[in-house]
């Protein structure tokens, strides 16, 4: 079934420890997006691209990194992770801008 | 700036009708779109709004008003497994989806 997957579901990382989350689709969709969901908090868009072009939202932070390599996958790097990073991430697709978000299961990170 | 106001809770009783209200400040969107989470689950696409008036799918329906910046989702014939979080979400442009606080539906037997 087409879908979006995310890898792994469970991550916990050090304090500081580079991590990497892994995002990838079969919908074949132009856009991905990447959101930031704390506990009892509403998504939040830490960026997305539309194909190979990079949109950052204003305030996410710097630590906060993404990469493309082609249309099927999507990468999150958080390159020294806080105490406050801990959170779900959620990836989404869409096939244009404005058009419906289809979103994968999410990875909890959890930071030690 | 955009914002969006829904009620943090909610409880009614299976089989029972149930709306979720939100409201909203924008200076203008595409629509207005509503998504199902569940405890430890991704968001789900329920439902979206482009035009004023009612969309019906199923048990679930969900109203757009632009005049009055208002919306609602409106679920029918409540069942256990409906109890989840609800958010309404706008999408300003280019494309970023603008979360409420979403709502959390307690179904009761």
């Known amino acids: 079934d087409a879908m979006v997957i995310q890898n792994p579901r469970y991550q916990v990382t050090q304090f500081g420890k580079p991590v990497t989350l892994s995002c990838s689709q079969t919908l074949n969709h132009n856009v991905m997006y990447w959101y930031q969901q704390k506990s009892s908090q509403a998504p939040k868009l830490l960026f997305h691209?539309?194909?190979?072009?990079?949109?950052n939202e204003a305030d996410t932070p710097d630590n906060f990194q993404s990469r493309r390599p082609n249309t099927s996958f999507c990468f999150l790097d958080i390159r020294s992770p806080g105490l406050g990073d801990a959170a779900m991430y959620l990836c989404?697709?869409?096939?244009?801008?404005?058009?419906?978000?289809?979103f994968g299961p999410g990875t909890r990170l959890t930071v030690l | 700036g955009q914002s969006l106001e829904q009620p943090s809770e909610v409880t009614a009783v299976e089989g029972a009708i149930v709306q979720i209200n939100c409201t909203y400040q924008?200076?203008?969107?595409?629509?207005l779109s509503w998504y199902q989470q569940h405890d430890g689950g991704a968001p789900t696409f329920l439902s979206y709004?482009?035009?004023?008036g009612l969309e019906e799918t199923g048990r679930f329906s969900s109203f757009l008003s632009r005049s009055d910046s208002y919306g609602y989702l409106l679920l029918q014939e409540l069942q256990m497994k409906d109890s989840a979080s609800y958010f309404c979400?706008?999408?300003?442009?280019?494309?970023?989806?603008?979360f409420g606080q979403g709502t959390e539906l307690s179904v009761k037997p």
């Open positions: 691209y539309y194909d190979k072009d990079f949109n």
């Open positions: 924008t200076s203008g969107f595409y629509g």
């Open positions: 979400a706008v999408q300003p442009s280019g494309g970023k989806l603008i």
């Open positions: 709004n482009a035009l004023d």
């Open positions: 989404a697709t869409s096939r244009e801008l404005n058009n419906e978000q289809f």
